[in-house]
């Protein structure tokens, strides 16, 4: 895979690109990189140019002075690499927190987006437990500044219920990730926690919005947060195959509901 660097205010970011046709961004969730996308890759890029990249002081992507890098930040870096590789607004998808990037995207440059897919954007300000959430991430916070990266991990799945108890000896993907998993918590976690969509934005804009949530994550956090953004913006929540990394799990069902969404 070809080394594509984009230099942007404060970063210098990696990115990668495949197939032909529109060109299609993919934002990936939490700590994670390109490489998040590459079983799904494959599929989508028999029919667009898909964009791949690593968001600033994640994987390869590197930045120039520490401090909180907030979704306004990371979706101004995606209108700046949209602008590198497309003569025109872009298909986009965002996963998780990478959806509060995308509709942040579309909310602050919407000539930059032909149609942005949010796919369970943990808007939890939006929930009406939002105190309980908020306090949960204070707590998530404290760990991380007390205990670290991994312990900080091991606390937000528990919070989040994707484990039932903390601490223990780490799972094999977090020893290897720690750097990536120290940012987001230190950087990055602390400004989306709050974030909420620019709903008059997004309604006003040319971009059309679509809310995806996953069949199998009904009941869980970021599907309901979703389904309240979708409310919001007074469009329905599209059914999406599998949970909230369903894209990983089961790739080729998962492209094809993304080229539905996106048209």
Not at 70 to 77: G, H, N, Q, R, T
Not at 139 to 146: D, G, K, L, W
Not at 156 to 165: I, R, T
């Given at each position: 895979m070809p080394e594509n660097r984009l230099r942007v205010p404060g970063a210098t970011l990696h990115y990668e690109v495949q197939g032909s046709g529109p060109v299609l961004v993919l934002i990936p969730a939490a700590f994670m990189g390109a490489s998040a996308f590459e079983a799904v890759v494959p599929r989508l890029s028999e029919e667009y140019t898909v964009v791949t990249y690593d968001p600033r002081g994640l994987a390869r992507s590197t930045v120039d002075e520490p401090g909180p890098m907030?979704?306004?930040?990371?979706?101004?870096?995606v209108r700046l690499l949209i602008?590198?590789?497309s003569d025109g607004p872009a298909?986009?998808?965002?996963?998780?927190?990478?959806?509060?990037?995308?509709?942040?995207l579309a909310a602050r440059h919407?000539?930059?987006?032909?149609?942005?897919?949010?796919?369970?954007?943990?808007v939890v300000e939006l929930l009406p437990e939002r105190e309980e959430y908020r306090a949960e991430g204070e707590?998530?916070?404290?760990?991380?500044?007390?205990k670290g990266a991994i312990a900080a991990m091991q606390a937000?799945?528990?919070?989040?219920?994707?484990?039932?108890?903390e601490g223990g000896e780490p799972q094999p993907w977090m020893l290897m990730m720690?750097?990536?998993?120290?940012?987001?918590?230190?950087?990055?976690?602390?400004?989306?926690?709050?974030?909420?969509?620019?709903v008059a934005a997004l309604r006003a804009?040319?971009?059309?919005?679509?809310?995806?949530g996953g069949i199998e994550s009904k009941g869980e956090t970021a599907h309901r947060a979703a389904a309240a953004a979708a409310a919001e913006l007074g469009t329905p929540l599209m059914d999406f195959p599998g949970d909230h990394g369903s894209f990983t799990a089961d790739p080729e069902a998962f492209a094809q509901a993304l080229r539905e969404a996106l048209h």
């Open positions: 907030p979704p306004e930040m990371l979706a101004d870096d602008a590198e590789v298909y986009v998808f965002g996963t998780s927190n990478g959806a509060i990037n995308g509709l942040s919407p000539e930059a987006v032909r149609t942005l897919v949010a796919h369970e954007p943990p707590r998530v916070m404290a760990v991380h500044r007390e937000f799945m528990v919070g989040a219920g994707f484990a039932e108890e720690e750097k990536d998993i120290d940012v987001f918590y230190g950087r990055i976690y602390p400004a989306l926690r709050g974030f909420v969509p620019d804009g040319p971009a059309k919005v679509v809310v995806a």
